[in-house]
């Protein structure tokens, strides 16, 4: 049973670019959350996805978008890039049927170094 | 609103001694609490959940913690460190999402 992969692994992009990021979670789960890890913090939500739509946000701006897809895998993406928005991103599934709705199962991250 | 709070950003300790990680957290309603782990350049690892069955919560590793609502309190223990514990530890409480900590990075002397 796979669990939640995210890819790419590491990224490198220039600031005012754009970039996606990917994550399919772990089978049986219908819900995926993205954070981002900021170095030496704690994960930071971004926003959460089931059901094909976003249903919470957290503080970040317009420039991070997302989406989900029918087989429930999810992208991030980021718009016009700052030096700040390097991080590790973090992508996390769960089930909003399974009773534990609050287990959140991550994936390894993505490292996106904007310079 | 919820929040936690991690006292002590790095934790030394020597192998075979007692880990104690300190988390408070404030919460408005009763809340879901987690200790993740985090080994370097990996994701986090659920290491322990309090969800208001018992108050003496045990996880993988060897790792328990105790729920204390009058201290508002989640600290992380374990008895015997072992080098393998060496790692980012964080706490976190759960409304509808998960709201983390600034984490503690537990070293581990030989």
């Known amino acids: 049973d796979a669990g939640v992969t995210q890819s790419p692994t590491h990224l490198i992009k220039t600031r005012g670019q754009q970039v996606t990021l990917r994550c399919s979670p772990k089978s049986g789960h219908d819900t995926v959350s993205w954070y981002q890890q900021a170095l030496g913090q704690g994960p930071q939500f971004i926003f959460q996805?089931?059901?094909?739509?976003?249903?919470q946000r957290g503080n970040f701006p317009d420039r991070f978008s997302g989406h989900q897809f029918p087989n429930y895998s999810s992208e991030l993406n980021v718009n016009a890039l700052l030096l700040g928005d390097s991080a590790l991103y973090l992508c996390?599934?769960?089930?909003?049927?399974?009773?534990?709705?609050?287990?959140?199962?991550f994936g390894p991250g993505t490292r996106l170094t904007v310079t | 609103a919820q929040s936690v709070t991690q006292l002590g950003s790095h934790v030394s300790v020597s192998e075979g001694a007692l880990v104690l990680l300190r988390c408070n957290y404030s919460s408005s309603v009763p809340p879901y609490l987690f200790w993740y782990v985090q080994y370097p350049n990996q994701g986090l690892q659920l290491l322990l959940k309090y969800t208001s069955a018992a108050t003496l919560v045990k996880g993988i590793n060897g790792f328990e913690a105790e729920f204390k609502k009058s201290e508002t309190s989640f600290h992380l223990t374990k008895p015997s460190a072992h080098m393998s514990d060496a790692a980012e530890y964080f706490c976190a409480v759960y409304p509808y999402k998960l709201i983390f900590g600034s984490g503690t990075r537990l070293l581990v002397r030989p």
């Open positions: 996805y089931y059901e094909e739509e976003e249903r």
């Open positions: 996390a599934s769960s089930n909003r049927w399974s009773g534990v709705s609050y287990e959140q199962y």
